[in-house]
């Protein structure tokens, strides 16, 4: 089932980085690296936390998602800050 998730996940990262150039949006390759770690830890915090709630550890499953996905969604809004303010300028 994750594996599946995964290249859902790859492909529309594929399709929004080729909309987003064919838009006229520019970003550099550290910017698009941030977000790719983002999605990766936020998918992991999922992970871990339906793991958790399948072996019936609640706790450890509600830790386990604050843990990855707070630092996750951090990730993804520096990366779209970073690439809107740099359309922005240019």
């Not at 936020?42 to 707070?70: K, P």
């Amino acid at each position: 089932m994750w594996f599946i998730a995964a290249l859902i996940v790859g492909t529309g990262l594929t399709a929004l980085a080729f909309w987003l150039r064919g838009k006229g949006f520019k970003f550099a390759w550290y910017e698009a690296l941030i977000a790719v770690i983002g999605v990766a830890l936020l998918l992991f915090g999922i992970q871990n936390y339906f793991g958790f709630t399948s072996e019936f550890e609640s706790d450890a499953a509600t830790t386990a998602l604050l843990l990855m996905g707070i630092p996750a969604l951090i990730l993804l809004a520096v990366s779209g800050l970073l690439i809107s303010r740099r359309n922005k300028t240019a």
